[in-house]
């Protein structure tokens, strides 16, 4: 199985490329991951926000293949503790799954054809990230959770 983090929009902060990169490599011992970026268009920094939102929604449609389990990171979406989630990619990876994508969105979030089209979500927390951020964040939650299920002592329960 592989996972992908698809994105949109650059990471600007130099502390949270590395951030990124760190995780990056150490999930290269556990599993294949992909941090993809939707880069942004010119275009859709003078749209209105709701046409700018379907925009980026096209944009990661157009990335996400028919055979692939997607989830978007929400602050609506279902909270998980780090042993939870480590169990829910567990339960991805015995089910035979190619790819599991997680969907970061832009600095406006998610159009309502994106939520319709792809309703799991889950959610890191009821605070609101950056979308910058939360690809750290998110990556360093793979990454406990590959240790969880390698039984090894990152994370001290």
């Known amino acids: 199985m592989k996972l ?3 994105c949109i929009g650059k990471t600007d902060l130099g502390f949270v490329k590395e951030a ?3 995780y990056l490599n150490r999930l290269k011992h556990y599993i ?3 941090l993809e970026v939707i880069q942004e268009h010119k275009s859709w920094k003078k749209m209105k926000v709701a046409e700018r939102m379907k925009a980026e929604g096209l944009a990661i449609t157009e990335r996400i293949k028919p055979n692939d389990v997607v989830y978007l990171l929400d ?3 279902k909270q998980y503790s780090s042993h939870g989630f480590s169990e ?7 089910s035979g799954v190619n790819r599991v994508v997680f969907v970061v969105g832009g600095a406006f979030g ?3 054809e994106i939520y319709i089209r792809y309703p799991q979500k889950i959610s890191l927390s009821k605070m609101t990230f950056s979308h910058q951020m939360i690809r750290s964040f998110f990556l360093e939650q793979i990454y406990r959770a590959m240790t969880i299920l390698s039984g090894e002592p990152y ?3």
């Not at 829910?88 to 015995?94: G, I, P, V």
């Open 155 to 157: 994370h001290n329960s």
């Open 110 to 112: 998610f159009s309502d």
């Open 4 to 6: 992908c983090l698809l």
């Open 88 to 94: 829910l990619l567990q339960k991805r990876m015995n």
């Open 32 to 34: 294949q991951t992909d």
């Open 20 to 22: 990124n990169d760190i």
């Open 75 to 77: 602050e609506k979406g």
